[in-house]
């Protein structure tokens, strides 16, 4: 299945030609800076990462100049390359080299593993550049070379096809030029076998690939699953008084935070921490909204109340029914009384017209 000499070396001749030599943490079998330059392309292009790991190597020259400098200066440095945990986790490596490992780092990738923020991965291809020891990788371009070569299908992040892609990525190891074929691995996802539109046509592997030859490269690797959007229902009492409405200010932090909303709840609760009493109520039409995180189905009733007394309610106030929607209420809220005021008035207009229709009948 895997076809290791064939994969492997078609990759190393590849890259002897076509793959990035000139990168400036190549050329080198410093572990620091091999090492330096795998925690910042984690999550980073190289294009972003090349003036950051030049600036960051004229301040931190070696593994003693980070161990002894202030997290605060390190973390100054690296400032605007994001994922913060990357710089603390650096320079707590550092420190534990030089104190635990005499300012040198293990040659292996098994010893390597062991320092704070260094994955299996990572570690790997430290050892590989820096020692030419032979250790697979399986980043994120690993992944997704691997999974369009050998058509595997399932989410890489799930745990069988994550072992089954680190199987793969040992066993595809050659015997020789370990470095070589290590940088293709890397070459070829970032810039070939790229997440859209890869390059098939320049690809090394592309005679073997799997998914080339079922037209799948579009939808391998598989995508996460996206997760069942969470379901809420919320009451929302639309208290009228003849032409008014009543709202209430929400909360100033949580969901519309500081907006006017009509009051939330079960309507007998509203009713009874207002002190208001119905008339009459019914339900109207539900509205569904999409937030980020969930969808939100607002469930209106409408109550006609007696002529209100004075609220002691703090935050609550009447307003007119036709200025309602522009008082400072959220989206949903505002296409919910939009709504709801619409329909009132047409109900009106057909009231009035039946009204003039009767009127005129008895003339």
């Known amino acids: 299945m895997t076809d290791s000499p064939s994969f492997a070396d078609h990759l190393v001749a590849w890259q002897k030609t076509a793959g990035r030599h000139d990168l400036p943490w190549q050329n080198t079998r410093d572990p620091y800076r091999v090492w330096l ?21 004229a301040r931190f020259p070696d593994i003693q100049a980070l161990a002894a400098a202030p997290v605060e200066t ?16 650096l320079h707590r490596c550092a420190r534990e080299v030089v104190a635990h490992h005499s300012g040198r780092f293990p040659a292996s990738a098994a010893g390597l593993e062991e320092l704070p923020g260094i994955g299996r991965s990572t570690a790997a291809a430290v050892a590989a550049f820096a020692f030419g020891e032979r250790a697979a990788i399986l980043d994120g371009n690993v992944k997704r070379v691997l999974c369009r070569y050998f058509a595997i299908d399932g989410f890489p992040g799930t745990a069988a096809v994550h072992r089954q892609l680190w199987q793969l990525a040992e066993s595809l190891l050659p015997q020789r030029d370990i470095e070589a074929y290590t940088q293709g691995l890397m070459d070829l996802g970032a810039g070939t076998c790229t997440r859209s539109r890869p390059a098939c046509e320049r690809c090394p592997l592309t005679a073997g690939c799997q998914a080339r030859q079922q037209g799948r490269q579009a939808t391998l690797p598989t995508a996460r699953p996206r997760p069942a959007i969470p379901e809420r229902t919320a009451t929302f009492v639309l208290l009228r008084d003849g032409a008014r409405l009543l709202l209430e200010r929400r909360p100033p ?8 909303v009509p009051p939330e709840g079960a309507v007998d609760a509203v009713l009874a921490r207002l002190g208001l009493r119905a008339r009459d109520c019914r339900s109207l039409p539900p509205l569904r909204h999409s937030f980020t995180h969930f969808r939100l189905t607002l469930e209106p009733v409408l109550c006609d109340v007696e002529a209100a007394p004075r609220l002691a309610e703090p935050g609550c106030e009447w307003v007119a029914l036709e200025q309602a929607a522009t008082a400072g209420v959220p989206t949903p809220i505002r296409k919910l009384l939009i709504s709801f005021i619409n329909q009132s008035s047409t109900r009106r207009r057909s009231a009035d017209s039946a009204v003039a229709r009767q009127a005129k009948a008895t003339k």
Not at 74 to 89: D, F, P, Q, S, T
């Open 37 to 57: 330059s795998e925690i910042m392309l984690q999550q980073t292009q190289v294009t972003t990462v090349i003036p950051y790991y030049q600036r960051f190597l």
């Open 74 to 89: 390190v973390m100054e440095h690296w400032a605007g390359l994001g994922y913060y945990a990357r710089a603390r986790n």
């Open 253 to 260: 932090v949580g969901l519309w935070g500081g907006l006017l």
